[in-house]
């Protein structure tokens, strides 16, 4: 059963930083696409940015040029580095893989807050 797990979210200022990691398992192949996605409350589930497994990068609207993702040397692992953390930046944050499926994580909470 392929998982994914996040981790890396937590309570940070504005202004600070954060590093989201995933991992997938139960998966023999490499993904060819992984992916970070948030979802605000009260608000639909957006694009933040995804990565092939060839390091073509596409990044969403929301936060673009504030955050870089990045495929790790593990397989199946992505990161996602966000700098200068702005309180609209909390939300929950999700992990997303895709071959011929489609599998996500449980999600990660970041809350920017003084």
């Known amino acids: 059963q392929v998982q994914l797990a996040e981790s890396g979210g937590g309570l940070v200022q504005p202004g600070g930083s954060l590093r989201l990691s995933c991992a997938a398992s139960?998966?023999?192949?490499?993904?060819?696409?992984m992916g970070w996605y948030r979802q605000a409350l009260g608000k639909q589930r957006e694009l933040l940015a995804t990565?092939?497994?060839?390091?073509?990068?596409n990044y969403g609207d929301a936060v673009e040029g504030r955050i870089t993702i990045s495929r790790g040397n593990v397989e199946n692992t992505v990161y996602l580095q966000m700098n200068n953390l702005k309180p609209k930046d909390t939300a929950d944050y999700y992990c997303?893989?895709?071959?011929?499926?489609?599998?996500w994580g449980q999600g990660t909470q970041v809350t920017v807050s003084s």
């Open positions: 997303n893989a895709r071959d011929q499926n489609d599998y």
């Open positions: 139960g998966i023999q192949h490499s993904f060819y696409l």
């Open positions: 990565m092939t497994s060839g390091g073509i990068t």
